[in-house]
């Protein structure tokens, strides 16, 4: 073959295959490269990650779908279930991803070509998160819940009501329920006893994912709780008030009064009450197995409701007050954690322990290395926040908020520097946390500090104290033991409390060098109310307490303010006989009437005690001995709690419309019978001097 027809064949060969090149597609302007890509099983936990790319090759060099890379990646058949998404080789299994297995194809080109390209299949897992439950021990009075899913998990995360569903695996006893959140509940219709609940967890995504655990439930004994919430200052009854013991709640009636039938039993009982238009407050008692155990509370009005923007926070003060609260801008946050928008409802009311100590929440102890250690008071406030639609609202962490306390003390000597104290409603204790200063003097001086959260704020300090040991006896001299002690300070604001012993003893703390009123109570009846200190070491009584006779033990205690210093008592007998501070009386002789303690310095208290009751009329009244100049009694403060046994305590305030000049103000007669029956007449208005009784046989009641 000469030149010519060789040369012609050789390039009839190259036009040939370039022909055959481009019916192929061989046309891109990449040329080609050999591509591989490896079939993949692939096992993918939930959040995690993988490639498929992890076996793939171009021209012996790794595959990169990524930007810049060397190949493209489609998946050409199958699709990902939800949670799961692929994106240039990557699989991604989000959390919220179910259980199961999949498969996809997919196609493997080289960059900058659409021909050359290969396929590969892909099997993926997604195994099932370890479950666990874990078994809980509960104890749970009627009205209170618990959360099984607290220690459960899964994946290693906390087990929620989001993510897995809950249900009892036996039949729940009754009066327990268990909901599908997992809330473990208890009802008035539970029986004391410990129960086990079985329980089982399964993944809501996966309900083949399942744990098994049991709850261990006491239902503890329940006690009778009774009792009446009045308004502090007209000592009308508070309705609706929600009344809260434990996990139980029960709202007070027209009168004011509760019963609540599930109370946990304990000698260190907190009650919770709030009221729509009022401060709330908590009351500390023991509840019994057996009998009624009773509980009055006053509850003092919100002193003024202001509003703020929550982007841009405000002050809120009490006109005529020191009282008052900076809130920050955007510094208030829901229960859940979420934000308040808009205008935020503030109430602020200042409480006033130097005026009536009974107002306070608790008991004015504190936990000092967990030991129970009495605080004395200098006034406090409480704030209550609200949004738009009524949601109560907090501080949001790392926020504070300015507070100013109204100084309100008994006591004649005010630190410069106070420890601050908040209410834990859960314990009954004040617990201390921050510290405030003192700013101005007399009347306009208050305690200014800062806050981190939103309770009843009192400015308090614990002090030296020391013990007072005494006796309780009855009206024959015998020792009655379990009967209650308490003191209330009269140069201090604090109160403490103990029970009798046995042999009818008790011992007291009260605040060193300073005065302080006991009294006693036991079975319905009063004793009378001793003025005792002060004391610079421990002392013992030289005379015991004694309760009244049967049918009789009725008190008048009169408490007031700071101005006038000195408002009297008065009672007026059915023999005509006139007790009051220049004729003392006697418990124990006629006319069995006394005023235990009088007081001249403000506040009081002045008590006067009946042991045996005359039959006929008795008269009470009030004068202000200090004059109307000083300050008129309408606006004292002034209040008198009458105590009769059997009977709740009745509070009287003075009217408003004092004429001027005026120095009576008349309360109340009581009228007895032969056999000891009691009736109170209110007569509430200003007026002259009670006339007294005059040529009057004296004859005693006999209870039958």
């Not at 050999?34 to 993949?40: N, S």
């Not at 139980?248 to 304990?266: I, K, Q």
């Not at 210093?565 to 418990?587: A, F, H, I």
Request: glycine fraction near 10%.
């Amino acid at each position: 073959m000469n030149t010519f027809f060789k040369r012609a064949r050789l390039t009839a060969t190259t036009w040939a295959a370039a022909l055959m090149l481009a019916a192929c597609g061989g046309g891109d302007d990449a040329p080609a490269i050999t591509i591989v890509a490896g079939a993949d099983t692939l096992t993918i936990a939930l959040g995690a990650s993988a490639s498929v790319l992890g076996n793939d090759t171009l021209g012996g060099t790794a595959a990169n779908a990524g930007a810049g890379g060397n190949v493209t990646f489609t998946i050409t058949t199958g699709t990902p279930p939800a949670g799961v998404t692929v994106s240039n080789g990557t699989v991604a299994v989000a959390a919220s991803a179910a259980p199961g297995s999949f498969s996809f194809t997919y196609a493997l080109c080289q960059a900058g070509s659409t021909t050359n390209c290969v396929t590969a299949t892909v099997q993926v897992t997604v195994p099932a998160p370890a479950i666990v439950a874990v078994a809980d021990s509960f104890t749970l009075a009627a009205g209170a819940s618990g959360d099984v899913l607290a220690n459960d998990t899964l994946g290693g995360a906390a087990a929620t009501a989001a993510t897995v569903g809950v249900s009892a695996t036996g039949a729940l006893p009754t009066g327990i329920s268990l909901s599908a959140a997992g809330v473990l509940a208890v009802d008035a219709t539970a029986v004391q006893g410990i129960y086990a609940v079985p329980y089982r967890i399964c993944q809501t995504l996966a309900p083949s994912n399942c744990a098994t655990a049991t709850a261990s439930v006491t239902v503890p004994a329940a006690g009778v709780l009774s009792g009446r919430v009045l308004d502090a200052a007209t000592a009308l009854a508070v309705a609706g008030a929600t009344v809260q013991v434990g996990g139980s709640t029960v709202t007070t009636d027209a009168t004011g009064a509760f019963n609540l039938t599930t109370a946990p039993l304990g000698a260190w009982v907190p009650v919770n009450i709030t009221a729509a238009g009022y401060a709330e407050s908590s009351r500390i008692t023991t509840v019994a197995a057996t009998g009624s155990n009773d509980v009055q509370v006053r509850l003092v009005r919100v002193a003024t409701t202001g509003t703020v923007d929550a982007a841009t926070g405000g002050t809120v003060s009490l006109a005529g007050s020191t009282a008052q609260v900076v809130l920050p801008a955007n510094g208030l946050q829901r229960a859940d954690g979420s934000l308040p928008t808009g205008s935020i409802s503030v109430a602020l009311t200042p409480i006033a322990p130097a005026s009536d100590s009974s107002v306070m929440p608790g008991d004015f102890t504190t936990l000092v290395g967990g030991v129970p250690t009495p605080i004395e008071s200098f006034g406090a406030l409480n704030v209550q926040l609200r949004d738009a639609s009524g949601a109560a609202l907090n501080l949001r962490p790392g926020q504070q908020s300015t507070i100013r306390i109204p100084v309100s003390s008994r006591s004649s000597t005010r630190p410069a520097t106070i420890p601050l104290f908040f209410f834990d409603t859960t314990t009954g204790r004040w617990v201390q946390e921050g510290s405030a200063t003192l700013v101005g003097t007399g009347a306009a001086a208050y305690y200014e500090g800062n806050v981190t959260h939103f309770s009843t704020w009192n400015a308090d300090q614990v002090y030296n104290s020391v013990r007072v040991t005494g006796c309780v006896t009855d009206v024959l001299g015998a020792r009655v033991a379990n009967a209650f002690v308490g003191s209330d300070g009269i140069d201090y604001s604090g109160t403490t409390s103990t029970m009798t012993d046995a042999a009818g003893n008790f011992s007291i703390v009260i605040r060193k060098d300073s005065l302080a009123a006991l009294t006693g109570v036991a079975g319905g009846r009063l004793t009378n109310t001793l003025s005792v200190g002060p004391y610079a070491q421990d002392a013992t009584l030289a005379e015991c307490l004694s309760l009244s006779q049967t049918g009789s033990g009725v008190t008048m205690k009169l408490t007031w303010g700071a101005l006038p210093s000195d408002l009297d008592s008065y009672l007026y007998t059915p023999s005509g006989t006139r007790v009051y501070y220049s004729n003392e009386g006697s418990l124990t002789a006629a006319p069995y009437a006394n005023l235990d303690v009088d007081d001249t310095s403000s506040y009081g208290p002045e008590v006067i005690t009946i042991t045996r009751l005359m039959v006929g009329t008795y008269k009470y009244a009030v004068n202000n001995y200090s004059g109307y100049s000083q300050g008129p009694i309408s606006t004292s403060g002034a209040r008198v709690e009458l105590s009769i046994p059997g009977r709740t305590v009745e509070l009287f305030v003075p009217p408003a419309d004092e004429p001027s000049g005026n120095s009576w103000w008349l309360l109340f007669e009581i009228d007895v019978d032969a056999s000891c029956n009691v009736t109170v007449r209110r007569v509430g208005n200003f007026g002259t001097e009670p006339s007294t009784a005059t040529n009057v046989a004296v004859q005693y009641c006999t209870a039958p």
